[in-house]
């Protein structure tokens, strides 16, 4: 019985083990999203999206609509604006770095872009 706790108790620290590699990374995620590599048009999905503005809700969407066609999934959703905007190859939908940019745009859930505020310029004296 005793060596059963143990072999059990073994895997499960495997599992986290495996399962903590196996996590998705935001920060990855914001690289990606800012990677103009991902196609040859010399753009990032940070060139139409500065800093994520538009995907706020894209978290809990499972339907989007863009340039007139429905994708199924926020993966799809990724793939189709790298053909079509970045003119890139799509990136396997359940691969790592996949898995990191769904993971930057769902952690966008509810944040606002902040806007620059323009600062005011001084009178010029005498005029």
Excluded: W
């Excluded at 199924?72 to 799509?90: D, H, Q, R, T, Y």
């Excluded at 898995?99 to 310029?121: D, E, H, T």
């Amino acid at each position: 019985m005793k060596i059963t706790k143990v072999i059990f108790l073994v895997f499960a620290v495997l599992g986290l083990m495996v399962g903590g590699a196996m996590a998705a990374d935001v920060g990855k995620g914001k690289a990606l999203f800012n990677d103009t590599t991902l196609g040859t048009s010399g753009k990032s999905c940070n060139s139409c999206h500065p800093n994520g503005k538009g995907l706020e809700a894209s978290g809990a969407k499972s339907k989007f609509k863009i340039m007139g066609k429905t994708q199924n999934s926020l993966e799809e959703a990724v793939n189709f604006c790298i053909k079509m905007a970045l003119k890139g190859k799509p990136i396997d939908p359940k691969g790592k770095d996949m898995a990191n940019i769904v993971a930057y745009i769902k952690s966008l859930k509810g944040k606002k872009a902040v806007k620059k505020r323009r600062r005011r310029r001084k009178p010029i004296e005498g005029c």
